[in-house]
Each structure stands twice: as structure tokens, then as C-alpha cells.
């Protein structure tokens, strides 16, 4: 096995989030579950839903691509393969990938559908609920797959979210292979309970083989994946088929479990959370960076509260400050 | 004279702000005037330097359009002139300034170029350099003007921006005939000192005509119309040909003359400016609704200044809270 040349590569939904304030009688009225994410399979229920958003803000999105936005921030050195067609917010999309000094190569799709979009509705308490529109995302074929870059990245980082359609699940099995055969480690987060819901089996049979090296989850994710409302047993059970496991568990912090060790943090203070769109996806940056430049489980879970904080404090998924600054200055 | 059904509408660019963060020697570099807006012609060009920025973040922009969408934001009824293309950007424009509760009817213009993006430049001390691809927007013809949407309200506001390319200045040139001759009043705004290097013999036509009622520029703006270096001199000039002038000073304050009475107020304080973007823009929204309401000069000013204060807390020109509530909260 040779040197990694990058310290993460992800394959993930390629998204621009559209970011708008919204009440609490809205998400009741329009029967969305506050706090989660729900696929919106039209471009017709897309633009009505548009219709009835405030003003928003653009700022590209998707899980696995803020994760190594973050990581690049950071200073370490990721890739991204995920698609977006031939259209103007896909033009976003990589333009700000490619700005955080990410390598993005995946082909662009042509034709209909556009490019993914999240409406991302922002209660007052921060809260956001998700509508996702998968566009072109959702048709990522494996021959889109970059290998080399796949087998030269020390960790393949992989999100639920993107195991729904069928082609990015084909995709991302054939990158599991190509990882584990260059001798790398595969990190998966679990995304939402949604996923879980629809492709737990799914899940457990990859941790089973001992497919998932790193495992990322909520607290709600974590029971959901291992069918019970007792954490401690949730931990226990999901640890013993994963190397590390990280748990975030919002304003009680995180705990990871390593190598049978169990380590917890507590979550960073902050002001006032204004939106909390990104929080797991940049604690999962902060994790990875660390155990990347070797630092202990602890530090690396204070690494992660550090990013999530700071995502959190300002609309939107992509880091707004320098972090590789920031985590410097709070690490002491 | 009928009442007004609208307190403002606005000509303007119909433009989507790209904002990212850039240091100080990136803005010596690229030879761009700090603080300032240059255009950039061709979208070969605009791509070039897109490619230049950092991950960015998009708002809706435009001048007057920040404008009427902070007025309608403080409880103003408004409309919108301004031209955007058949595209992604275009349906991004349309629909904030809709969701922001604005009449915004203009058709959308077919066939390149594209709606029209400013890329913004934001260094660490808050200032925005801004360069503007103006696409469909400087195409805006006379025959888009909605004539009763102009005549039916109380303000007619205009942007110096728009006074550059030639059909929207033709198309201005008619819209304040429309006003006028429906005995309405009409606001101006000189935008920027480039605008006034090129434009600023009709900008003194036009007040010497006795066409402006109200007009609104920064201290440099007033100095090069006026062609002096004494501050006091060009305020007594202007003053002597517009029924109320509106100069805003960045962190001096502003001040009003109306009718011969000047009238000063201080800046807002703030905890970190973040963007200056739409400053002055949202300084005009305040001062315009608190004279809707009846207000005095003094307190319009104040109104004015606390609008500023909440768009320079954060990136992009379009309000993040309830102005209408803030501007309670603050004027007591």
C-alpha cells in the first residue's frame, strides 16, 4: 500500500441549498417532520414549494461535499465525486468545491433533470428542515467513479443519504471495493433517520462484514440503526462491529467509541444558533481532520464540536471563517 | 392626483449578488478599485474572474431592488422594474424579490446573455468591491415599464447604476415623465462615483430640470457631482436644487437637508461589520419608509441608519431579520 495522496475523498450528493426563514405553523402546515430531510421527487413539487419559500440565500450544499469543504478548509487534501448537470446552480456547485481546493472532475450531466437543489426551511430556534429535489444527483453512475482518486485517498468517505437512488448505491459499493482493495479506510455517515428507515439492512449487513471502518451517526440515527430506544446499548452494539464510531448528540456534545475506548465531549457554547444546516457534516470534518493528523480520539471530537459550532452560527453549510485558524486558536 | 396604491417602485438591475471573501492584495492584484463597481462586459470575462474567487454564497441583489425589499420588509407596498433572463439566476432574482411580498411583473427576457451577477469581493475589514456582468438587465426596455404600476405610486425610485447602458436610461427617462405627470415624486440614488464621472452632467440636468424630489448619494458621490472638496459647499449646493437630500457617511452618520433645515444623525453602533454590501441601499429603504409614514426627517435618518446597521452584520444586501420589528424595537 502506498502513501495516500488524499486525506479524504467523498462521493455524495452534489446540491445547492436554497435557505429561507420560515415559522413553526409552516412546517405543520405543510406537514414536513421539523428537524429531518424528505425527498421532493418533481420539479413541479420543487417549484411549488419554491413558490411558497421567503427570500432566500444560495450556498452549495450536500452532506459528503461539506464534509470535505470543511476538511479543506481545515488544510487537509480532499477529493469529491458527485454530479450536477449543465445549468447555472451546477456551475455553482463546482465553481465553490473546486474554490476550496477540493479535486472535482466528475463529468457533467446534460439534458433534464437539473441540478439537485434543498430547500432548506430555518425555524427561529435554528431548527432546519430539509426538501431535496436530487436532480442530477441521483443518477451518478459508477462509470463516473474516479478510481485512482478513490484508491489514493487514506479515507473514502460515503453518506447515507445518497444510498436512495439506485445508481449512486451501485457506485458507491463498487468505491467500498476499490477503497478496501487499495488497503483504505471507509467512513460512512448515516445521514437521517429516513435512510435508515428505508436501507438499515442495508447498513448492518455492511458493518457485519466489517465493510465500515468509521461510522458516523446522531443519537436518533444510532437507535434507529440499532432497533432500540437504550443509547448505551445502542453504543455498545454498534461499536462492537466498528473500529471508531462517533455519536453527535446536539447541545450534550459527542462521544466516540475507539478500539473499545470511550471518549466524550461536550458541545462548543455559541451565541445563538441561527441555522443548524451542516452541524453533523462539519462535526464529521473535525473528526476526520484530527484522527488525520494523528491527534487522539478527545481532540479530534473537540475538532468537530469546534466546526459544528462555527456552521452553526450562520446560514448555510459551508465554513464562513478561516477553521484551520479557529480550531487552532480554541485547541490553545 | 388619486392616492398612491404603492408607497415605492423602483427601476433597477435585476441582479443576483456572488459574494465570497478575498484579502486586500487580491483586490491591489486584479488592479479593482476598493469599495467601488466596475463593470465587466463580457461573460468570458465575468467567468475568468468567477474562477478567481473563493467558495461563495448568493443573494439577490440590485440596488433599488435591495431597496424596495427592504421597504417591503419594513411593511412598505412596492413594486420592482428590472430585467432578468430566462435562466436559474433569473428565477432566483424573481422569486425573492416576489417572496418578499413585491409586485414584480417584468417579462423575462429570451436568448443570451444571461441574468446578470455582481461577483463581490469581501475583505476583512467588511468593504465590497463589486464587478458587474450586467446581462439582460442592460437590455430593460421602455416598453417593459408597467405605466400604471409607476403612476400609482407615491415615490418613483431610480438607481444612477442603471443610468449606464442606454435602453434602461431611456427607459428611466420615461418613467419619470410617467410620475411626474401623475403628480408623484421621484428618488434618486447617484449609486457610485463612476456613475457620476460618466453620467453626472445629466445627473445635474436632471435636478437643475427640478425633476428630482429626492436624492440620496455617500460623501464621495456628492463631492463629484458637485465637483468640490468642501463637504459643506456641495451640501448647500445640492440642497439649493432638490427638495431632500439624503447623504450617508459610513461610519460618520448621515445627514438630511429637507427644505432648507439640515438635520444630522449618528451611525448605528455594530458589533463587527461583516459586508457592507447594500448600505446604502438599505439606508435609502429606511429613510424612504419613515417619510411614508409621516415620520420626521430626524427620525427617517434613524430608520435609515438602523437598516444599514442590520445589512452590514452579514453577507448579502437583503434584510435576515424583521426590519419592521427591529426599527420598533430601537426607535422605543
Redo the contacts between chains.
Keep these: 500500500m502506498t502513501e495516500a495522496a488524499y486525506d479524504v475523498v467523498a462521493i455524495g450528493n452534489a446540491i445547492v441549498d ?1 435557505l ?2 420560515a415559522d413553526d405553523a409552516f412546517i405543520v402546515q405543510e406537514g414536513m417532520t421539523k428537524g429531518s430531510m424528505q425527498l421532493v421527487f418533481s420539479p413541479e413539487e420543487a417549484d411549488a414549494l ?2 411558497k ?8 450544499g450536500g452532506s459528503a461535499a461539506n464534509t470535505v ?1 470543511g476538511i479543506a478548509t481545515l488544510g487537509g487534501k480532499c477529493g469529491f465525486i458527485g454530479q450536477v448537470a449543465d ?3 451546477g456551475q ?1 456547485f463546482a ?3 473546486r ?2 481546493g477540493i479535486r472535482y472532475d466528475t463529468p457533467v450531466r446534460s439534458g433534464a433533470p ?1 441540478t439537485a437543489r434543498c430547500l432548506i426551511f430555518v425555524t427561529p430556534d435554528g431548527q432546519r428542515t430539509m426538501n431535496t429535489f436530487l436532480g442530477a444527483s441521483q443518477f451518478l453512475p459508477e462509470a463516473a467513479l474516479d478510481r485512482d482518486l478513490i484508491a489514493n485517498a487514506a479515507i473514502l468517505y460515503l453518506e447515507g443519504y445518497l444510498w436512495d437512488p439506485e445508481e449512486p448505491r451501485r457506485a458507491m459499493r463498487a468505491g467500498i471495493d476499490i477503497a478496501r482493495t487499495a488497503g483504505r479506510r471507509v467512513a460512512f455517515t448515516l445521514s437521517d433517520v429516513f435512510c435508515i428507515s428505508r436501507h438499515g439492512d442495508d447498513f448492518r449487513a455492511l458493518m457485519a462484514d466489517g465493510l465500515i471502518d468509521i461510522l458516523f451517526a446522531n443519537e436518533n440515527e444510532l437507535l434507529a440503526l440499532c432497533r432500540t430506544d437504550d443509547f448505551d446499548a445502542a453504543v455498545a452494539s454498534a461499536a462492537a462491529q466498528v473500529p471508531t464510531l462517533v455519536v453527535t448528540r446536539s447541545e450534550k456534545g459527542a462521544i466516540a467509541v475507539q478500539d473499545g475506548a470511550r471518549v466524550e465531549v461536550a458541545a462548543e457554547p455559541i451565541d445563538r444558533v441561527v441555522d443548524t444546516t451542516g452541524a453533523g457534516d462539519l462535526f464529521a470534518a473535525g473528526f476526520l481532520h484530527g484522527q488525520a493528523q494523528g491527534r487522539d480520539v478527545a481532540t479530534s471530537l473537540r475538532m468537530g464540536a469546534i466546526c459544528a459550532a462555527e456552521i452553526i452560527s ?3 453549510a ?1 465554513p ?1 471563517v478561516d477553521l484551520k485558524a479557529l480550531v487552532a486558536q480554541k485547541l490553545g
Design positions: 436554497i429561507a426563514q419554491y413558490a419559500m421567503g427570500p432566500g440565500r444560495e450556498v452549495s469543504a445549468d447555472q446552480l455553482v465553481h465553490d468545491i474554490a476550496s437539473t450562520h446560514y448555510g459551508r464562513e
